[in-house]
């Protein structure tokens, strides 16, 4: 009975900005790590960004600067602000819960990802 939800995801133009959410249900949300993940057509899947139970974030260097993740935990749920999109941003974006590492490095409970398409 874990849920993990996405939503947000759409169409935005290069240089534009997308903002992704994600509530979780049936879990301690304040002890579990809460990471973004993307996959692109033919690529595998990379780690976005986590932000950890005490709030420590972590990004890519592809997104550094651009994006910022953060969490409510009154809300259960974890968001990620895109910025400054590059057509490269184009993917699959998925959320994930860690009961075990703060940067997000063995994932317990994913959802079912919200598709972020870029044009130029």
């Known amino acids: 009975q874990i849920e993990v939800v996405e939503f947000g995801g759409g169409s935005a133009q290069e240089g534009g900005s997308i903002r992704l959410s994600c509530r979780v249900s049936?879990?301690?949300?304040?002890?579990?790590?809460m990471g973004w993940f993307r996959q692109a057509p033919g690529k595998e899947r990379e780690k976005v960004s986590c932000?950890?139970?005490?709030?420590?974030?972590h990004y890519d260097d592809s997104v550094k600067g651009r994006f910022t993740i953060s969490r409510d935990n009154d809300k259960n749920t974890v968001y990620l602000q895109m910025d400054s999109l590059h057509l490269e941003d184009t993917a699959k974006y998925y959320c994930?819960?860690?009961?075990?590492?703060?940067?997000?490095?063995?994932?317990?409970?994913w959802g079912q990802g919200t598709q972020v398409t870029v044009s130029g």
């Open positions: 994930a819960a860690d009961r075990v590492s703060g940067a997000c490095r063995s994932p317990d409970f």
């Open positions: 932000i950890s139970w005490s709030d420590i974030t």
């Open positions: 049936g879990l301690n949300f304040g002890t579990y790590a």
